[in-house]
């Protein structure tokens, strides 16, 4: 089984769409769980860290279920910038090292 | 803008050649951190550096590479006999911390290419 599993989708929507995607982990000792975006050959960006008890930033909102190993996140409003792969990451507690899911693409369209 | 610049951005070398990946932080980072990126694939956790030593490394990471922090500032790895198999985005990202817990800045990355 994978460490970091993600649906790559492409999900297609327009704009002004809400778009949400899962990603699972394996790990049940990982202690920090990230989304990252990446653009077409660029380096990935940090988009959010995401917190037991769920969290927003402006039209993005990351959830965890520890119990069910899955970490989500949903886009409202969806923009033409917001085309793009988001890489889940995942890290445990005694380990330095990020790992990472395939990435899922978004593709929002005008 | 990212905090850290990598260079070459781009370098094209013959099988066997040796190359050299440079990273440089602009504040005073501890960890230090290179993944890779396979195009097509998932980034992948090449090493990573604290104190002028490995603390882990991959199994990606066999004899061929190593890594240096040659004058307290630049952050380089390198590849002494490249393969085909190598081509692919290099990213260093360091980190004040651990970084487990806040995520990482990466570089803009090395896009190496193996002919």
Request: hydrophobic share 30%; net charge neutral.
């Given at each position: 089984?994978?460490?970091?599993e ?8 327009p ?25 077409c ?8 860290s ?12 990351a ?12 886009i409202?409003d ?9 890489l ?8 330095y090292?990020?790992?990472?899911g395939?990435g ?7 | ?5 990598q260079?070459?951005?781009h370098?094209?070398?013959?099988m ?14 501890l ?18 550096f604290y ?32 393969k ?19 995520g ?12």
């Open positions: 089984r994978k460490e970091v993600q649906d790559p989708g492409p999900f297609n929507v704009e002004g769409a809400t778009v949400a995607f899962n990603c699972t982990y394996s790990n049940s000792a990982s202690q920090s769980f990230f989304w990252y975006r990446q653009d050959r660029k380096e990935p960006k940090l988009l959010m995401v917190y037991s008890s769920g969290n927003e930033d402006g039209r993005f909102t959830q965890l279920n520890r119990a069910s190993q899955y970490i989500s996140l949903l409202r969806s923009k033409l910038s917001d085309s793009a792969t988001y889940c990451v995942v890290t445990s507690f005694n380990d090292k990020l790992s990472f395939a899922t693409t978004v593709t929002v369209r005008a | 803008e990212p905090e850290v610049t260079t070459p951005s370098q094209v070398t013959q066997g050649q040796e190359v050299i990946l440079r990273c440089v932080p602009i504040s005073n980072h960890y230090f951190y290179w993944y890779r990126q396979i195009l097509g694939q998932k980034v992948e956790f090449l090493v990573s104190n002028n030593e490995i603390s882990e490394k991959s199994e990606i990471f066999d004899d061929q590479f190593s890594v240096e922090r040659p004058d307290g500032s630049n952050f380089t790895l390198k590849i002494r006999s490249t085909l198999e190598d081509s692919a985005m290099y990213f260093c990202a360091p980190s004040l911390g651990g970084g487990y817990n806040y990482y800045t990466f570089g803009s990355g090395t896009r190496l290419t193996v002919v």
